[in-house]
């Protein structure tokens, strides 16, 4: 589930100064990002000798290209990007609209976040509801899938018979598309067919996360594992411009409407190497707690040339912010005490010989184990989390001129003219 996670790269600090112009090269950026790092505290400048430019420290500058983990575009790269006002991402923690997302996640409900991230206010008490028709058109759908279908299928398919039950779905007036999200959100967790097992209340806490539940374990929850539960789903709102979300923000740069722009980025989460990273971990966490220790199982993975899961981030040189939150909110829920050693095993294995920190999947695989759920059930939360920010970078874009996500393709074909091609017809000799 992790946004493009991978190990860090590590290099020996310098005492070295750079100039604006090398600080560019190096980032691969222009001259007029380097500052816009600056103004968003991701890098420290100096005056240069003399007073005239700016110098920037070199460990600093790689420190930063190690956690963004990519290049800004310079014209000649012909690379996308553009302004965001919704999430920035720092060297060891995250914010939505300025501020702390942690802090946020963790004080507020799953809906007051996605609130704050839509609008800029926030709004205790916010409550999503799906509409009776909307819901009854998903759950028939969702319904006559075959059995075999997975979590991420369901979504999908929700999604589309939602859009189909709402005739205003054209309508990209902000209203309108916030309307919309207010109901489709509910609707996919609904939608979603319960878990056999033991009925019971799950506990006192309202919203999404209490109507989730039961969606993704039999077993009763407490108040505790609804708090995990809710943390993870505000935490996981958003994360500057993953696979997903930008492929968000080209379906509403093309004017999509907000369904369509929700199920772009339903298919790229399906991707293994995005959406099914927090099952890789729930499978390597039952099996370190099946063989007792986490030693043999990390040796498999590396034997076999695999990833250990649940470990690094492309955008973090240490622990991520959003594991370091659920694993303290983890802490205080007894039975997840057995899967929780068992992560923090893992990361004690593998760190002997490459210095990587936790992130996000490995602790949705402690919840989604220490809970009895499926091995799906982290994608699950990610996908419904992040329909959120999804409807956040919309509206964004739907602001922006239309169609602005062009690129130019690099045409490596056989150069032309060419003859046209010659063949038999079929039958003939």
């Known amino acids: 589930m992790t946004d493009q996670a991978g190990a860090a790269d590590f290099t020996e600090p310098s005492a070295q100064r750079l100039t604006t112009r090398e600080t560019a090269e190096r980032l691969g950026v222009k001259p007029e990002t380097v500052y816009a790092y600056v103004s968003r505290g991701q890098l420290t400048s100096n005056r240069a000798p ?17 956690r963004t983990g990519r290049r800004e575009p310079t014209a000649a790269a012909g690379a ?12 060891d923690q995250y914010f939505f609209r300025g501020v702390d997302a942690t802090e946020l996640a963790r004080r507020h409900t799953y809906e007051e976040v996605a609130e704050w991230l839509w609008t800029g206010e926030l709004r205790p008490g916010m409550r999503f509801t799906a ?10 759908a969702v319904g006559a899938l075959p059995a075999h279908c997975g979590a991420t299928d369901r979504l999908r398919v929700a999604v589309v018979a939602a859009a189909a039950a709402d005739p205003l779905r054209f309508d990209l007036s902000r209203e309108a598309v916030l309307g919309g999200a207010r109901s489709l959100i509910p609707t996919l967790a609904a939608a979603l067919p319960t878990v056999a ?59 999509a409407h907000p369904y369509a722009v929700v199920s772009a980025g339903l298919g790229v989460l399906e991707g293994p190497l995005h959406g099914a990273a927090s099952g890789l971990a729930h499978r390597m966490l039952t099996e370190v707690l099946e063989r007792g220790g986490a030693a043999p199982v990390v040796a498999d993975h590396l034997r076999s040339g695999r990833r250990v899961p649940g470990l690094g981030h492309r955008l973090y040189a240490v622990e991520d912010p959003r594991a370091r939150t659920l694993f ?45 759920m499926a091995v799906e059930a982290g994608e699950t939360v990610f996908a419904i989390s992040r329909t959120a920010g999804w409807i956040a970078h919309a509206l964004e874009e739907y602001g922006e001129r239309p169609l602005r996500m062009r690129p130019s393709g690099q045409y490596t074909g056989p150069r032309p003219p060419q003859p046209l091609p010659s063949g038999h017809a079929p039958g003939s000799q």
């Open 328 to 372: 303290a909110l983890l802490a205080e829920v007894p039975r997840a005490a057995p899967a929780l050693a068992a992560a923090r095993d893992v990361v004690a294995t593998t760190t002997r010989h490459t210095p990587l920190h936790a992130n996000v999947d490995l602790a949705l695989a402690v919840l989604s184990v220490s809970s009895g």
């Open 50 to 66: 003399g007073g005239r430019g700016s110098t920037f420290d070199a460990a600093e500058v790689d420190a930063l290209a190690r």
């Open 80 to 91: 996308l990007s553009f302004p965001t006002g919704i999430t920035l991402i720092g060297s």
């Open 197 to 255: 097992g033991e009925a019971s209340e799950a506990a006192a806490r309202p919203g999404l996360a209490r109507q989730l539940w039961p969606k993704l374990t039999g077993r009763p929850a407490d108040e505790a594992s609804l708090a995990v539960l809710d943390t993870a789903l505000g935490l996981l709102i958003d994360h500057d411009l993953a696979a997903s979300t930008l492929a968000a923000r080209v379906a509403a740069s093309a004017r």
């Open 131 to 140: 509409p009776a028709e909307t819901l009854a058109a998903a759950r028939r």
